[in-house]
């Protein structure tokens, strides 16, 4: 199913264990190469050191918070090798710039949905600019349409093929 961002952000590491919050998880760490969710920059109740909390202990998201097992899902930023160039992005989706692979500015990035069995990033919520629609409607793109994500943008393919309206409607049958 897909959640939209809100769920992922400013929540309570909630642990099996001991019934109760154990720490707090502030922001996603997304993966830029794959749109994939792989933590949770977060803090622990007893330290106020820099933790992560790895996608692979978390055992549902759920209204009150992310639920692991127990205090030692919480990881010190550290101790994660595989993760450290991802981490030390600080990669952020809300907010970037979206353009056409024709260098056609199209908006900004107001929220993006997640398919919460893989984490995965499946659609982007693009806010576009108000002087050149009128309609202030969000455009949604598939994550099949992007060609490209940099430090400034995320760059999608372009539509080339104009739907055709007919101008009859199909006789009824």
Known sequence: MLQLSAI???RDVLSLRTGGPIGHAMSPVIDPTTLKIEGWYATARASKDAMIVPAGEVRDIIRK?????DHTSLTHVEDLVRLK???ELQFEIIGKKVISDSKRKIGKIADYAVDDSSMYIKKLYVNQN???NFT???LIIDRSQITEINDKYVVVRESTQKSQVSDRAPAAA
Request: hydrophobic share 40%.
């Open 130 to 132: 108000l002087l050149k």
């Open 136 to 138: 202030s409607q969000q």
């Open 85 to 87: 160039n991802i981490i």
């Open 8 to 10: 992922y952000y400013d």
């Open 65 to 69: 918070g992310i639920v692991v097992n």
